[in-house]
């Protein structure tokens, strides 16, 4: 996977715009699972889902979007990464 870093890496403790990206890659560096949320500006949920332990995913968010986890937000690492379409 090639990933373009845009900012330094942070984590989703507490909830972040992650440096108001669109695109974002996560990692879940606990051992066990937590549900990744997105919320609008307002806190009100969008969207939700499950990172497994030791995974990674790519997040498409708006920029006032907030990320935050369910549990261990400080052990998911967040990037703002470059999109390529």
């Given at each position: 996977?090639?990933?373009?870093?845009?900012?330094?890496?942070?984590?989703?403790?507490?909830?972040?715009?992650?440096d108001s990206?669109?695109?974002?890659?996560?990692?879940?560096?606990?051992?066990?699972?937590?549900?990744?949320?997105?919320?609008?500006?307002?806190?009100?949920?969008?969207?939700?889902?499950?990172l497994e332990?030791?995974?990674?995913?790519?997040?498409?968010?708006?920029?006032?979007?907030?990320?935050?986890?369910?549990?261990?937000?400080?052990?998911?690492?967040?990037?703002?990464?470059?999109?390529?379409?």
């Amino acid at each position: 996977m090639l990933i373009k870093p845009l900012a330094p890496q942070t984590d989703l403790d507490p909830a972040t715009n992650v440096d108001s990206a669109t695109v974002v890659h996560l990692v879940n560096t606990n051992a066990a699972e937590t549900v990744i949320i997105r919320s609008g500006i307002s806190s009100v949920g969008i969207g939700s889902f499950t990172l497994e332990a030791g995974q990674s995913v790519q997040v498409e968010k708006d920029p006032t979007d907030l990320l935050s986890a369910s549990a261990n937000g400080g052990d998911v690492k967040a990037t703002k990464i470059a999109y390529l379409n």
